[in-house]
């Protein structure tokens, strides 16, 4: 059974870069079979799409947030990565990451194993 | 304010039958896109209940179901649980936004 467990600093000052780690157990991100992505909710919000990678690294990244996020595989640690630059207070949310089933139609997109959260706080 | 409308609660009491409605536009749910819902605890992981409208993941109870008409989708849960008691959430691709989206979230309480 899959298992992901998000890791990385609770808090991050303004203007500066949110980063965290999703480690993956149980699975191979290297498969074919899933992509990888992270999603957000902000305190009293609903979820947000931040982006996925495909295992061959092709990324996709929600517009809104594309100019200041990048999402990375390791391969060697079974990890994925997302970092956020320029964090203002708006950027304070849980972070999820999560697995996705690779198929056919392009615009069909459901995460099917997640992790607990990351709370990040963007705080002076 | 989300892409895709969710009334903020719903509540019923055991055993009974609940619909949650999610409302989207002609650039999601009406132009044909999949929709999937999830079931979240605060403070776990969220869980896929349905995906491609009306598909069910194994283990997920036959007590929900998906179905979609027009600009909207709905998830009913019938023979209502305790357990049942947690925050659900739509979600489509939006072909104006060039992304996925997610409804707000509905707060299903259980009398």
């Known amino acids: 059974q899959v298992r992901l467990q998000e890791s990385g600093p609770g808090l991050v000052k303004p203007s500066q870069t949110l980063s965290l780690t999703c480690t993956v157990s149980g699975d191979s991100i290297g498969s074919n079979s899933y992509f990888w992505t992270w999603i957000r909710q902000p305190a009293g919000k609903g979820l947000e799409w931040i982006g996925h990678?495909?295992?061959?690294?092709?990324?996709e990244y929600n517009p809104s947030l594309k100019s200041r996020v990048t999402i990375s595989l390791d391969m060697s640690k079974n990890q994925f990565s997302l970092k956020v630059t320029s964090v203002t207070a708006a950027d304070t949310a849980v972070y999820y990451c999560?697995?996705?089933?690779?198929?056919?139609?392009?615009?069909?997109?459901?995460?099917?194993?997640w992790g607990q959260g990351a709370l990040v706080t963007v705080s002076s | 304010q989300s892409v895709l409308t969710q009334p903020p609660s719903v509540s019923g009491a055991p055993g009974q039958r609940i619909t949650i409605f999610c409302t989207g536009t002609n650039s999601n749910i009406g132009a044909g896109y999949d929709v999937q819902w999830y079931q979240h605890l605060p403070g776990t992981a969220p869980k896929l209940l349905i995906f491609?409208?009306?598909d069910r993941p194994s283990g997920v109870p036959d007590r929900f179901s998906g179905s979609k008409s027009g600009t909207s989708a709905s998830l009913a849960i019938t023979g209502l649980q305790a357990e049942d008691e947690a925050d659900y959430y739509c979600q489509s691709y939006d072909s104006g936004l060039s992304g996925w989206v997610f409804g707000g979230g509905t707060k299903l309480t259980v009398l």
């Open positions: 990678i495909y295992t061959r690294g092709t990324t």
């Open positions: 491609i409208n009306n």
């Open positions: 999560a697995r996705a089933p690779t198929v056919i139609d392009p615009t069909s997109f459901f995460p099917d194993s």
